[in-house]
């Protein structure tokens, strides 16, 4: 079945220690897209890949970086988690033509 | 600001009965307007759409309604079934970012036996 796969399903951190969440897809989208998600939060765009193209939201903290090495595959990189970082990380995919997202079932983000 | 807004955090209905669940926005741009719908500890899957030239898309049990004037549109579940018990989020879409989705904050429907 085609889909999109998060790793690890639960990430615990601790303050200020370096951490990368990962995101696969195999539904050959062009469009990749990271989203932090509090709780009883909205999903909130972080960046998106459009092919190798980043596009980073006005918002984003510095502290959020992403990756993307090939079509398959797109890395969330905290690079200095704070207590604030907490949260439920979604990974989607899109053709890039408006409609559907394919969201991973996402990893939630525990910081000591 | 928000621009999609779902102001109930939550509904409960009874298994049978009709769930309406409520979206309003604020953006004119939007032109594309979807409703996902989130299982715990699962990803938001795709549910309905409907496209701002038209008023109602069925789908089933689900069917939206959209009103331009009022900047507001509604899921419609029936009958309701517990298993359609989630949170569901109103999600949309402008003319001038065909790709980028704005969420409101989504509202847990409890379908109750």
């Known amino acids: 079945d085609a889909m999109v796969i998060q790793n690890p399903r639960y990430q615990v951190t601790q303050f200020g220690k370096p951490v990368t969440l990962s995101c696969s897809q195999t539904l050959n989208h062009n469009v990749m897209y990271w989203y932090q998600q509090k709780s009883s939060q909205a999903p909130k765009l972080l960046f998106h890949?459009?092919?190798?193209?980043?596009?980073n939201e006005a918002d984003t903290p510095d502290n959020f970086q992403s990756r993307r090495p090939n079509t398959s595959f797109c890395f969330l990189d905290i690079r200095s988690p704070g207590l604030g970082d907490a949260a439920m990380y979604l990974c989607a995919t899109g053709t890039g033509v408006g409609e559907t997202q394919y969201f991973g079932p996402g990893t939630r983000l525990l910081v000591l | 600001d928000q621009q999609v807004k779902q102001n109930s955090p939550s509904l409960s209905v009874q298994e049978g009965r009709i769930s309406i669940l409520n979206c309003d926005y604020t953006n004119s741009m939007f032109d594309y307007f979807l409703w996902y719908k989130k299982y715990p500890a699962e990803g938001p899957t795709f549910l309905i759409s409907?496209?701002?030239?038209?008023d109602k898309n069925e789908d089933g049990r689900f069917t939206v309604f959209l009103n331009k004037s009022a900047k507001h549109l509604s899921l419609h579940i029936v009958p309701s079934q517990p298993g359609d018990s989630a949170v569901y989020f109103c999600a949309a879409l402008s003319g001038g970012s065909n790709y980028k989705l704005t969420f409101g904050k989504g509202t847990l429907l409890t379908v109750n036996p």
């Open positions: 409907i496209s701002s030239i038209k």
């Open positions: 890949y459009y092919d190798k193209d980043f596009n």
